[in-house]
């Protein structure tokens, strides 16, 4: 059996477990799931171990092995446009579903107090963390790193992919007794990486079915339905967005087949639900892209580690709705002016969001200050982190799917992408 059928198997007995032991109240099963949980947890650790090497060596290997500084150029300018643009899109939807419904105005003050007063201290904590987000000006500064390895050690991937870049195209420039060596060296380090990956993804699905059962069987019946209006208009918007807005895009851009796409890149979604982290599907977006979708190397390592860092579709259009669902629970009415603000906050906001789970409940506080919200943050923010992590997975499902729509259509515009047919897939895993 294939890889992704056991990872999707489960997924579904994850599912199925979660809700059992929830909703049937079967305590001892409850029990059992959170004290298997760490073993998810480990799961996430093994993979994310693996991001740095790789990300440095594909991503030096591939600019080196571009040849020319302009190509660089133009697929840097051609990512970054379609990343602002689908952000835009995705957060555009969230308020058109919000104006549309009205989540917010479906809940009573009883049950709005009773939540602020459930996750009060929870909200608490994502405030003292946004506190400690860098502003805008300070976030452009730290693009450029002043350690790289310090950057490398802290996760921080944008300066790091910055320096790793500006390396590669040095070396590109080198003549080539002089930098083989060096590309050699990263090369081996790309492939090793993806051999580990290789052996931890055997553990993916017992690893998903401890992760989403555990999740499953938190939540409490009396909040899902409390909640449900607005994690239903959460989770159709980025159905919504994933499979038709990007499945467009992925006909028109890249020419290819929408359901070929999304059938090839079904291990991707199904790591991002269980993991709700893009940094760590992103070994697995690698390995997919170059010998699922016939990306090649140079590109695939270029735009999938930035996308992993600023590309956030998903997490755009959760703020959208998230924020007006807020401030439809306390009565306040945004003004196509405070949307445009909106949109703009939004969309800066999703870029500096890391890649890890709930990193998107601090940027909403983001969004919310800039509408005058300050006094409702607290109490905002503890309504909506009961179902953040839910909801948290079926966002990153977005996002990692939006890095690969971006991923084919810079190989197409390039003239690199050469998708392979079933019969050399079966060939590749043999």
């Not at 500064?141 to 944008?158: K, Y």
């Not at 170059?290 to 996308?307: D, H, Q, Y």
Request: one cysteine or more.
């Amino acid at each position: 059996m294939q890889l992704y059928a056991k990872i999707l198997i489960g997924m579904v007995a994850g599912v199925v477990t979660g809700i059992a032991a929830n909703f049937g109240k079967i305590v001892w099963l409850q029990d059992t799931l959170r004290a298997l949980e760490p073993l998810g947890d480990g799961f996430i650790r093994a993979i994310t171990m693996v991001v740095i090497p790789l990300v440095v060596a594909s991503l030096l290997v591939g600019t080196a092995s571009l040849g020319d500084i302009r190509k660089l150029g133009r697929i840097g300018l051609r990512t970054v446009v379609y990343f602002l643009l689908s952000t835009v899109l995705a957060i555009v939807l969230g308020l058109l579903l919000s104006n549309l419904f009205k989540p917010g105005s479906r809940i009573d003050s009883a049950t709005r107090d009773s939540l602020s007063a459930q996750f009060a201290g929870e909200a608490a904590g994502k405030l003292d963390l946004s506190g400690k987000q860098p502003s805008y000006s300070e976030v452009l500064l730290n693009v450029i790193p002043r350690n790289p390895v310090a950057s490398a050690a802290n996760f921080d991937l944008l300066p790091l992919i910055t320096f790793t870049v500006l390396f590669g195209a040095a070396l590109s420039v080198l003549p080539k007794q002089r930098s083989a060596p060096v590309i050699a060296f990263f090369d081996g380090v790309n492939e090793a990486s993806m051999v580990i990956i290789g052996w931890v993804m055997h553990l993916a699905p017992y690893a998903v079915f401890v992760l989403i059962a555990a999740v499953i069987s938190r939540f409490g019946m009396d909040l899902l339905q409390s909640l449900l209006l607005y994690s239903a208009i959460v989770a159709v918007g980025l159905f919504i967005h994933t499979y038709f807005c990007l499945g467009l895009f992925v006909r028109f851009l890249s020419g290819m087949s929408p359901w070929l796409f999304f059938k090839r890149i079904l291990p991707v979604q199904l790591v991002a639900f269980s993991t709700s982290s893009s940094n760590a599907t992103l070994p697995v977006s690698l390995e997919t892209a170059e010998t699922r979708l016939g990306t090649s190397n140079s590109i695939a390592s270029f735009v999938l580690p930035l996308g992993a860092t600023i590309n956030m579709n998903g997490t755009a259009l959760y703020q959208a709705v998230a924020v007006m669902f807020i401030g439809q629970i306390y009565g306040l009415e945004f003004g196509l002016a405070d949307q445009l603000k909106i949109v703009l906050t939004a969309t800066l906001a999703a870029i500096g969001t890391a890649g890890v789970p709930s990193a998107g409940i601090i940027t909403i506080i983001i969004v919310l200050q800039s509408l005058g919200l300050g006094s409702q943050l607290a109490a905002g923010i503890s309504l909506i982190l009961g179902v953040d992590r839910i909801l948290d997975m079926m966002r990153t499902v977005t996002n990692v799917t939006g890095d690969l729509v971006c991923c084919a259509y810079v190989s197409k515009s390039e003239g690199e992408m050469a998708v392979p047919t079933e019969a050399e897939l079966s060939r590749l895993k043999q």
